[in-house]
């Protein structure tokens, strides 16, 4: 199955820090989505919005409405859970105070997990959010497990500091469920390939800005943006392309000729 992982919309009304247009990166992104093969899901995990306003969430809600094909959303850190439930109350919510999901996808599963902390700009995987995953993990099926603060290093010391707390927990959790394939973050606004837990996990790009890879105080900047396509066949494989948002011209090779020119 073909699932698209876009993450940190940071959606706002004016433009971000002064210089970063979200919307128009977010059309972009969604301009080249939508003109590829059409994807069985498309995941957004976390930083839907800028500031958890309910005005930023009817952004996303028309730009997402005359999309022809599924999606899901996690929050991030910048979202607020009770406005993203009542702008979105149709996506399955877990009970309670997360806004966990849990995604059936043919022969394997989505667990989409919150890892919000209320005012905080860093993640964690509490009680709570592994008793949700106790109850919701497949048994049987293969599962891929979505959260918005990854629980590995990334090799920025700003955003480490601000990564997903007890990844031990999480990781104890996952040696008791071997069915759960990879992991799939946003938060980094950069592709990071890692493990966890001896799974593999990935973070996606933002379409809007990234974070500069660079020592130092923690930056942005303007570099392209973009998003990952996952193929995944349960049980079987997973592999992740990185897609620029910005579409470039397609040059067909011609074919040889006999004389092998």
């Known amino acids: ?8 919309l940071h959606l706002t009304e004016h433009a971000l820090y002064g210089t970063v247009d979200t919307q128009a990166a977010f059309d972009t992104a969604l301009c080249r989505v939508s003109a590829g093969p059409p994807p069985d899901l498309l995941l957004i995990t976390g930083d ?3 500031n958890g306003r309910r005005e930023e969430y009817a952004l996303l809600r028309r730009r997402l409405a005359i ?4 999606y899901a959303l996690l929050p991030g850190n910048h979202d607020d859970r009770a406005a993203l439930r009542a702008a979105f109350p149709e996506q399955a919510w877990s009970a309670g105070g997360l806004c966990c999901q849990r995604i ?14 209320p005012g905080r700009e860093w993640g964690e995987v509490a009680a709570a959010q592994l008793d949700w995953l106790e109850e919701n993990c497949p048994a049987q099926a293969p599962a ?3 959260m918005h603060h990854p629980p590995f290093a990334v090799g920025i010391a700003g955003m480490d500091a601000i990564a997903c707390r007890n990844g031990p927990g999480l990781a104890c959790w996952l040696a008791r469920h071997e ?3 990879g992991l799939l973050c946003g938060h980094v606004h950069r592709f990071v390939s890692s493990s966890f837990a001896g799974r593999p996990a990935r973070t996606a790009p ?13 930056a942005y900047t303007l570099e392209p943006g973009g998003y990952l396509l996952h193929e995944w066949s349960p049980g079987e494989h997973w592999l992740s392309h990185y897609v620029p948002a910005e579409m470039a011209p397609v040059h067909v090779y011609r074919a040889h000729s006999a004389n092998g020119d």
């Open 179 to 181: 069915g759960v394939e």
């Open 48 to 50: 839907l919005v800028g």
């Open 144 to 146: 891929l497990l979505a």
């Open 67 to 70: 999309l022809p094909f599924p």
């Open 206 to 218: 933002s379409p809007a800005h990234q974070i500069a890879l660079q020592d130092g105080p923690l």
């Open 104 to 117: 059936d996808l043919g022969q394997g599963a989505l667990l989409l997990l919150d890892t919000l902390v």
């Open 1 to 8: 199955m073909r699932i698209v992982q876009l993450s940190d």
